[in-house]
């Protein structure tokens, strides 16, 4: 089956703890990206990647960080510099260049702070 | 003033109603226009996805777009309780790294 899969389903951080949120996809597709989904708020940009080995930060970056070393991957990264990190954490894939991209949504991690 | 505006419900409506879903946006160089739906603790699920002005029709749910008075729409026939849901609408440009999403409407189906 083709999709996007998050790791883990929910994640408890503790003060001062960097954590890593794992997303893989075997769509094939060029472009990832990471959102954040407060209640009441739409989804917020955090990071994306077009291409392997390049990223952007997007709205919100202050307080993570992402790599992209291979196609299927693109691991985020909470760091203790993220205040306030409670959130519903979604993670999307693109095809690129076609010009009618849209994307397509992982199941998502629920990040919680002990 | 956001770029993208959706109320964000509750709405509430029996079983068999034709639902009516909304955004309005700002900025006039949106193209593309999408609507999601998402079930209480998943990810979004691409529902419709159109180009510029007009309708697009898939099953139940029908897509317009008004670009004129930067106006877009859902609707969804004889609802089921299974389409009880946040409905997100979603816009962008030429850049498809930069989409713009509504804040969702709840919407509950009484059987």
């Known amino acids: 089956d083709g999709g996007i899969t998050q790791s883990p389903k929910y994640l408890f951080r503790k003060e001062g703890q960097n954590v890593t949120l794992s997303c893989e996809q075997n769509l094939n597709h060029d472009a990832m990206y990471w959102y954040r989904q407060d209640p009441g708020q739409g989804l917020r940009l955090i990071y994306y990647?077009?291409?392997?080995?390049?990223?952007q930060k997007g709205d919100i970056a202050e307080g993570y960080s992402v790599s992209r070393e291979k196609k299927e991957s693109f691991p985020l990264t909470v760091t203790s510099a993220q205040k306030n990190p409670t959130a519903f954490y979604l993670c999307?894939?693109?095809?690129?260049?076609?010009?009618?991209?849209?994307?397509?949504f992982g199941p998502g991690t629920r990040l919680l702070v002990l | 003033q956001k770029e993208v505006e959706q109320d964000p419900g509750p709405l509430s409506v029996p079983e068999g109603a034709i639902v009516s879903l909304n955004c309005t946006y700002s900025n006039s160089a949106f193209q593309y226009f999408m609507w999601y739906r998402q079930y209480s603790r998943k990810g979004p699920e691409l529902l419709m996805y159109?180009?510029?002005?007009g309708n697009k029709e898939d099953g139940r749910f029908t897509a317009q777009v008004d670009k004129s008075s930067k106006y877009i729409s859902l609707f969804i026939r004889d609802s089921q309780p299974s389409d009880s849901a946040t409905y997100l609408c979603a816009m962008r440009g030429s850049s498809a790294s930069k989409i713009i999403f509504g804040s969702g409407t709840r919407l509950s189906i009484r059987p």
């Open positions: 990647s077009q291409i392997v080995n390049d990223f």
């Open positions: 159109t180009y510029s002005s």
């Open positions: 999307a894939s693109s095809t690129t260049g076609t010009g009618k991209e849209t994307q397509y």
